[in-house]
């Protein structure tokens, strides 16, 4: 089991209310992921969840039970923290079994527990090295092996791969996902990146200013942002937002264009402007155009698009067109 | 930011130390002022009695007290010029190339690690000494006159010996903090047409101000109480010319049993102090942000 | 990089610093090497630095215990440790509470005891001598280790909360997540990951409290004498012997001076309370 319900929670830092009265449900079994700006309360709320701040109004529930002011080792959570946070002077084996020590299982069971785990994230050739001889990757699976042995009913992770490089970066979202499926147990994952939040989630908690402004499985969030700032935030390259003349004639404050939703048209085509830059990728070609009233649009085309600086082209919207009001909502 | 229980927790695991240490500070400080206020002899406790301000009118009109303020800024300043000066020369000799670099850095900063006691006696009997001493045997050696260091400049003895330990304090400082000199930002101004002298006017000299603050803040608290090294050479004397505040305060107090008067020298030099330490901060305070 | 030196160069600056440094630490070297003299050699004219006969007597003399060195020996040691251990006890809970748990006025309180050091113990001389004798605790070991321990408490704290500020606040939340108590936390995660901090933190105060020569002097007559006050009554007593003078003083310092050039890299960051490095 792994229910967690927020009701009604803020968090203040003295004057400054970093979380405005929020609710939120997170399903057993379910992989949720925080996602916003730097800045937006993402961790705190997860600090929140795990235990490490007091919240200062609302209420926690973890499985029916309410727990908003229980410690954060009597919630039954475990977390895999930004830096890892081994322990520095203990092996692998020693960081692992660690909880299971704090909790007073026995010898015994704590070396089955800790076999098992190493076995799960193959931590096996490294099992009695310290973390300082470690890679970055390898750090990372130990994390989690500190956290599967604990048998929580929910994984927090804080921002995990954000000191990985790249491509170690793909794997491991690759590895956590897996781990997902193999567990079924709830993850509550708190990223700044969108792919991250795209590519792992089944349901995606944007964030911005404290606020909750859309939830919602990724493509629904993709498909149907409620409102300007989650258009933005979710999809790469970010949406473009046109104002002026072109948003009025669809009735609207402004608009929004997803860049792979130009078509770069010889002639007609609803946008016309010169080229600022190509780049070609090969695989895809993104233009950016200065159009004449000034605005600036990013455009993906094709891979095969000749053009070049300064080439005047005719853009045209093969897709949806977003429209906003004046507030920035959805019409 | 944490939570409460661990807050409430954290106060408590603070509240030993400075709950020590505000006994430490203003119970003593309440208690001088309280018999500073008294006449008390401790050899006569009968004589105790309500006495105002006398002692400190006696200990003000004490011409040996003006002369102990001189000499304990004497002290203070000569020290720390030699000590700053020296340290920087020093700090940068010994970040020089060259053969048995640990060794001799293991040398230079030696002298802070011997107790002051030792220190004292050591420059006293083996070096300072008119009949026995080293100085005096080289003098008798090449047939000049023995000089009488500790009859003949008391004072000037006393800083040499108390700045022999604070030179190595100051250079151990400076050499660490010319290490963590960034030597490309050093090659960049060289590329940019810095000569030697103007790399150290413009980047050495600011990088060394804090350190150098920091030496001579630390250094004031240890030098207004310099009182092992007079205890051992010279006793203060001859008359009064070695007296330092520490040292008179521990003559009315230890010798005369006069414990009001002490008193009232102690809270003088409490003042003394912290006039000392404001003029400090307020000169030197600027370099010790960021 | 830095380019590298010239051989002539570096001859150059070897003999120059080397003359320098021997210069400067000479006082030291010509205590020890006297140390090894007969009293007659001590004093010789024109002086003798090597070529004369090494014995081992004066310190055979000194420790046979006829002016008790032994007896302060013990009591420098018993101080130095004892304040040091008692100062940690107050300081580790401390500085953990104001390294990790950082409230609204913990930059204060640390400059304020930073302020206790700029008090000159001259300042609370008298009460502190009378309270001493009142309790009958004048001459005694445990009121210099309070004492002293009280002195450097302030330090202590200011060492340990910049060594403490160095652990990553992440790893003492995870072992809160891993189900450690307090105890927990600081015993086996904290504790073990600061030993440096706290080793050169213990080596520092025992340096200070071996060195202090204020109240070791004031405050003991014989059976609490330690070493910084036996030394300072040798010269009155027995100035004139300088083998043995040589032989006691270099007892007295090179157990320190062994230390300090240990962990010179640390002391610098601890006496000069973090800023530099």
């Known amino acids: 089991m792994g229910n967690i319900v927020l009701k009604q929670v803020v968090k203040r830092f003295g004057e400054a209310e970093v979380i405005p009265p929020l609710d939120l449900e997170i399903n057993d079994g379910e992989f949720v992921v925080f996602v916003g700006p730097s800045g937006c309360g993402k961790s705190t709320l997860l600090r929140l969840i795990a235990g490490l701040e007091d919240v200062t109004e609302g209420t926690i529930e973890i499985d029916g039970k309410e727990v908003t002011y229980a410690p954060p080792a009597q919630r039954g959570l475990a977390m895999v923290f930004q830096s890892y946070a081994l322990y520095p002077h203990m092996s692998v084996r020693k960081n692992i079994a660690f909880p299971l020590k704090m909790a007073g299982v026995a010898q015994e069971e704590i070396d089955k527990k800790v076999e098992h785990a190493a076995s799960i994230l193959n931590l096996a050739n490294y099992i009695d090295k310290r973390p300082g001889n470690l890679s970055g990757g390898q750090r990372q699976r130990v994390a989690i092996g500190r956290a599967i042995v604990r048998e929580p009913s929910a994984f927090l992770f804080d921002e995990p791969l954000s000191n990985l490089d790249a491509s170690l970066r793909v794997n491991m979202r690759q590895e956590i996902t897996d781990l997902h499926r193999e567990l079924d147990t709830t993850m509550v994952y708190v990223t700044h990146d969108q792919v991250e939040a795209m590519t792992m989630a089944d349901k995606i908690v944007v964030l911005h200013a404290g606020v909750i402004e859309q939830v919602g499985s990724p493509l629904e969030l993709y498909r149907e942002p409620r409102n300007r700032f989650v258009a933005g935030f979710i999809g790469s390259p970010k949406m473009n937002f046109i104002e002026g003349p072109a948003a009025e004639k669809h009735k609207a404050h402004s608009i929004g264009v997803r860049p792979e939703h130009f078509e770069v048209v010889k002639k007609g085509g609803d946008f016309k402007g010169v080229v600022l830059s190509a780049e070609h990728l090969g695989s895809d070609t993104f233009l950016r155009v200065k159009m004449d009233d000034g605005q600036e649009i990013l455009a993906r085309g094709s891979g095969d698009v000749v053009v070049n600086y300064g080439d005047t082209v005719a853009l045209k919207v093969e897709g949806k067109i977003y429209k906003f009001d004046d507030q920035g909502l959805a019409i | 930011m944490a939570t409460d229980h661990s807050k409430r927790l954290a106060r408590w695991m603070l509240a030993p130390s400075v709950v020590a240490l505000l006994i430490w500070m203003i119970v003593p400080l309440a208690a001088t002022i309280y018999y500073s206020l008294f006449r008390y002899n401790i050899q006569r406790p009968d004589t105790f009695e309500f006495w105002g301000f006398k002692n400190y009118s006696y200990f003000v009109t004490d011409p040996a007290f003006w002369i102990s303020l001189m000499n304990t800024s004497l002290i203070v300043f000569g020290v720390i010029i030699i000590s700053i000066v020296g340290g920087t020369l020093l700090g940068i000799l010994m970040n020089k190339e060259f053969y048995g670099r640990g060794i001799a850095r293991l040398m230079v900063i030696g002298p802070f690690f011997i107790m002051p006691s030792v220190a004292a006696l050591i420059w006293k009997h083996m070096f300072m000494n008119s009949e026995n001493g080293l100085f005096a045997i080289m003098s008798k050696l090449v047939g000049a006159e023995p000089i009488l260091f500790l009859n003949d400049y008391p004072l000037a003895s006393i800083i040499v010996i108390v700045a022999w330990q604070w030179l190595a304090f100051a250079t151990l400082i400076l050499l660490t903090a010319l290490q963590s000199l960034d030597q490309e930002q050093m090659e960049a101004a060289e590329m940019d047409g810095a000569s030697a002298l103007s790399r150290f006017r413009y980047l050495t000299v600011p990088h060394l101000m804090r350190p150098i603050t920091i030496i001579i803040l630390i250094e004031t608290i240890f030098l207004l109480a310099i009182f092992a090294e007079i205890f051992v050479t010279t006793s203060g004397g001859p008359g009064n010319a070695s007296t330092n505040l520490p040292w008179i305060i521990y003559k009315v107090g230890r010798q005369s049993f006069d414990a009001g008067g002490a008193a009232a020298g102690g809270i003088i030099a409490v003042v003394f102090a912290n006039i000392f330490a404001i003029i400090l901060m307020k000169v030197l305070g600027k370099n010790l942000d960021g | ?277």
């Open chain 3, 1 to 277: 990089m830095a380019r590298s030196t010239t051989t002539k160069q570096k001859i150059g600056w070897t003999i120059i610093v080397w003359t320098i440094a021997l210069a400067i630490f000479f006082p030291v070297i010509w205590t020890f090497l006297t140390s090894f003299k007969t009293e007659g050699e001590a004093i010789a004219n024109p002086p003798v630095f090597f070529n004369f006969d090494w014995n081992l007597d004066n310190y055979k003399i000194i420790l046979a215990g006829e002016a008790n060195y032994p007896k302060s020996l013990m009591n420098s040691i018993i101080i130095a440790l004892g304040s040091t251990l008692l100062g940690l006890v107050f300081a580790v809970p401390a500085a953990w509470s104001m390294a990790f748990q950082p409230g609204r006025w913990t930059k204060d309180i640390l400059m304020a005891m930073l302020g206790t050091k700029m008090m000159p113990a001259v300042g609370v001389l008298m009460p502190i001598y009378l309270f001493l004798v009142w309790i009958d605790l004048l001459d005694s070991r445990i009121a210099l280790v309070v004492i002293l321990m009280m002195m450097n408490l302030p330090i202590i704290i200011w060492m340990l909360y910049t060594y403490f500020k160095e652990i990553p606040k992440d790893i003492l939340e995870a072992s809160r997540m891993d189900g450690a108590s307090l105890r927990g936390e600081i015993l086996y995660v904290l504790v073990p990951m600061a030993i440096p901090g706290i080793a050169s933190t213990m080596l520092l105060n025992i340096i200070l409290a071996w060195n202090e020569a204020f109240w070791t002097i004031i405050l003991t007559t014989t059976s609490a004498k330690p070493l910084s006050a036996f030394m300072v009554e040798f010269s009155t007593k027995q100035g004139l012997f300088y083998a043995q003078l040589s032989a006691a003083s270099v007892m007295a310092i090179a157990p320190i001076l062994i230390m300090g050039w240990f962990s010179q890299k640390q002391l610098v960051s601890g006496l000069t309370f973090g800023a530099v490095k």
